[in-house]
């Protein structure tokens, strides 16, 4: 089922429905780039979890490469009418925010990979709620200013949480550029795919769980001028590390790389307080 600006605007038309671009309704008509996305993040036999199918031009590449697709769609009126576009069993459609989908009740106890054009509204919100459930492969079509918080450096001005949790957890990887003229309607900015892939299970047992890494990194972060000890006022535990491991006190987060705060994280979250001792 090829996308064009034609189809895209008779299926809306013949259903008096207009676009909405408040749900960052940009739908991709490059087939050949999907095929070659869906082609990178599947893996054989696991199920995919793709967010926001809308008219289903990804969904259609993911579905011969995946044991299943589930996909969870916001727009009622496009999770209706996706299973009449693409009439497959291994399909399950979705109505529902994906930042409140109860993911481990869709997708199960077994490994999965997420693939998604994501809203540039909610991008980080999205990227944040995943990374955590460390699904096998992650593929996503983001604003490319986005794209970059994958792979940003220390002391870079996107450098945050997305760039922490997306290089200690996985291995980060560039895949295409995607111009503005590439989607329909066309938006203002250009956008890239990005994959990430995960780390092998030995090198994930050393690192601190990612629920804990994500908040560690929020609050280490959460205000950049100030020193990492001074993001945690009211907490002892961070000043006592910074010593042993041969780290200023005056330090702020947004200088440390990544494997750095995740090992200070892993300490900090087996400390003591000092009022405890």
Same mark, same amino acid.
């Given at each position: 089922m090829a996308l064009s600006p034609e189809r895209i605007r008779t299926v809306f038309s013949e259903h008096g429905r207009r676009i909405?671009? @408040?749900?960052?309704?940009? /739908?991709?008509?490059?087939?050949?780039?999907?095929?070659? @996305?869906?082609?990178? #993040?599947?893996?054989?036999d696991l199920p995919v979890l793709e967010i926001g199918?809308?008219?289903?031009?990804?969904?259609?590449?993911? +579905?011969?490469?995946?044991?299943?697709? =589930?996909? #969870?769609?916001k727009d009622a009126f496009l999770a209706g009418l996706l299973p009449q576009l693409l009439p497959d069993t291994r399909l399950q459609v979705v109505t529902g925010d994906i930042l409140r989908a109860d993911v481990p009740?869709?997708?199960?106890?077994?490994p999965y990979v997420v693939a998604g054009n994501l809203p540039y509204y909610i991008t980080t919100p999205i990227v944040e709620r995943f990374l955590p459930l460390l699904p096998e492969r992650m593929l996503f079509m983001v604003q490319k200013e986005a794209a970059a918080r994958f792979f940003a450096a220390p002391g870079e001005r996107v450098y945050g @949480? =997305?760039? =922490?949790?997306?290089?200690?957890?996985?291995?980060?990887?560039?895949? /295409?550029s995607v111009p503005r003229h590439?989607?329909?309607?066309?938006?203002?900015?250009?956008?890239?795919?990005?994959?990430?892939?995960?780390?092998?299970? @030995?090198?994930?047992?050393?690192?601190?769980?990612?629920?804990?890494?994500?908040? /560690? #990194?929020?609050?280490?972060?959460?205000?950049?001028?100030?020193?990492? =000890?001074?993001? /945690?006022?009211?907490?002892?535990?961070?000043?006592?590390? +910074?010593p042993a491991q041969g780290i200023p006190e005056n330090v702020r987060a947004e200088t440390l790389p990544p494997q750095t705060l995740a090992q200070l994280c892993l300490l900090y979250e087996n400390a003591v307080l000092p009022c405890e001792i």
């Open positions: 909405n671009p @408040a749900l960052g309704q940009n /739908f991709c008509v490059e087939g050949a780039l999907l095929s070659a @996305a869906a082609a990178r #993040v599947c893996l054989p199918p809308g008219l289903g031009a990804l969904t259609e590449e993911l +579905l011969p490469r995946a044991e299943r697709v =589930v996909a #969870v769609e009740a869709l997708m199960g106890d077994s @949480a =997305v760039s =922490v949790l997306s290089q200690v957890y996985y291995r980060p990887e560039p895949l /295409f590439c989607y329909y309607p066309q938006p203002e900015v250009d956008s890239a795919v990005v994959l990430l892939t995960k780390r092998a299970p @030995a090198d994930l047992a050393a690192l601190p769980a990612p629920d804990a890494l994500l908040r /560690f #990194v929020r609050t280490a972060l959460a205000m950049r001028r100030k020193t990492l =000890v001074n993001n /945690f006022p009211r907490d002892g535990r961070v000043a006592a590390l +910074l």
